[in-house]
């Protein structure tokens, strides 16, 4: 087909072949179903975050973490020396992201629901929880809010999605879920 120049220099006038009006049909109304998938899975596919957002000051949001952590700390994690802490059952949990980590180490109580409390106090980051299907831009400034009740007892591992520098390939973090009354 476009092997050879196009006979007619005026290839544009053409009309398009019947079989490729099909395609583009098809390509059109399949690109209208995905589209309406997006709005149909916000409701039914319970892949949406209930997380709430509000401005922040990156100097108070760093102090409401420490306050948070010196209330809370459990432990320390291994020659890491990073805090675990444990939030009140049902209470507020936060983390933070900075140049290269997620700090603290929380440990949530399965099937118990907490407000997590999530931002960054220097550049852009990402929370990515894994192996869940949960993945959220974190900025400066922004105080993302998210409702969760964890339903697997674990380790999970946090890792940063949006390049950050240097160090944004060994920037992680980590929550543990426990039996309830287990743990601390
Ligand atoms: Cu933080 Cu990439």
């Not at 690109?31 to 975050?49: A, P, R, S, T, V």
């Not at 980590?101 to 997590?116: A, F, M, Q, V």
């Amino acid at each position: 087909m476009a092997i050879h120049p196009p006979q007619s220099r005026v290839w544009w006038n053409e009309p398009v072949a019947k079989g490729e009006l099909v395609w583009i049909a098809i390509a059109f109304v399949w690109g209208l179903i995905m589209f309406f998938m997006m709005i149909y899975w916000h409701y039914y596919g319970k892949q949406n975050l209930s997380s709430e957002v509000g401005r922040v000051d990156l100097a108070v949001y760093e102090q409401k973490v420490i306050d948070f952590t010196d209330a809370y700390t459990v432990r320390e994690e291994g020659d890491t020396g990073v805090p675990v802490v444990k939030p009140p059952v049902g209470g507020d949990a936060y983390m933070l992201a900075r140049t290269f980590e997620w700090w603290p180490i929380l440990e949530l109580e399965k099937g118990k629901t907490y407000r997590l409390h999530l931002s960054s106090v220097d550049l852009q980051h990402g929370f990515s929880l894994q192996p869940t299907n949960i993945n959220i831009q974190v900025h400066p400034g922004l105080e993302h809010v998210v409702t969760v009740t964890p339903t697997e007892v674990g380790s999970f591992g946090v890792i940063c999605n949006e390049y950050c520098g240097l160090g944004h390939h060994v920037m992680t973090g980590r929550i543990y879920v426990v039996e309830p009354g287990q743990g601390g």
